[in-house]
């Protein structure tokens, strides 16, 4: 979900926009696999000669689809459904599937970019970005963020410029 050109004020250029890392897509694809892999065993293995055999097939597939919808698509959609806008005024956070939560930070409020990284999260090039402004939010940590350094130093130019007065990146 990207900030919409109508969105933006007069002057401000989209930069940046990216997504959480897709290592949190890991859990739900290992979940999408097993589930189905473990409810086609359960649908095998039930007898056919069975009397409520068409029961208890039906009933493992609900159960799967249940524990596919909490385990794997909603997660997804939640993937998906969370973006970060940088623009040459603004930090944009966009997450919500049915509720939209939208938080931004003004580049002249922000006070220091940092960012952090465990060995796992240097080879697959994320990281958190943690952003210290001068609002009610204070600081801000952002988990699994893609190519975190590439982020952080567009982050930190984009501050400077707006702390220069050169938010048009002139």
């Known amino acids: 979900m990207s900030l919409p050109d109508h969105h933006l004020t007069q ?3 989209r930069l940046r926009y990216f997504q959480p890392h897709w290592k949190q897509l890991v859990v ?3 979940a999408l696999v097993l589930i189905a892999a473990g409810s086609g065993v359960a649908i095998f293995v039930v007898p056919g000669e069975w009397e409520y055999a068409v029961h ?3 009933a493992v597939a609900v159960i799967a689809v249940l524990l596919l919808t909490i385990w794997s698509f909603v997660p997804y959609l939640q993937w998906k459904n969370t973006g970060y806008v940088l623009t040459t005024h603004r930090f944009t956070i966009s997450s ?3 509720n939209k939560s939208t938080d931004e930070i003004p580049l002249a409020k922000v006070n220091s970019v940092s960012s952090d990284q465990s060995f ?3 080879l697959l090039g994320c990281g958190t970005l943690t952003v210290e402004s001068a609002s009610e939010q204070g ?3 952002l988990r699994d963020i893609p ?3 590439d982020v952080r130093a567009d982050l930190f130019r984009a501050v400077e410029d707006a702390s220069d007065g050169d ?3 002139t």
Do not use: F, K, N, S
Request: one cysteine or more; hydrophobic letters at 40%.
């Open 147 to 149: 190519r975190i350094q």
């Open 56 to 58: 208890a097939r039906i």
């Open 120 to 122: 796992a999260e240097r």
């Open 96 to 98: 919500g599937v049915l």
């Open 139 to 141: 600081q801000l940590a």
């Open 11 to 13: 002057g401000e250029r």
């Open 28 to 30: 739900p694809c290992i």
């Open 167 to 169: 938010a048009d990146g």
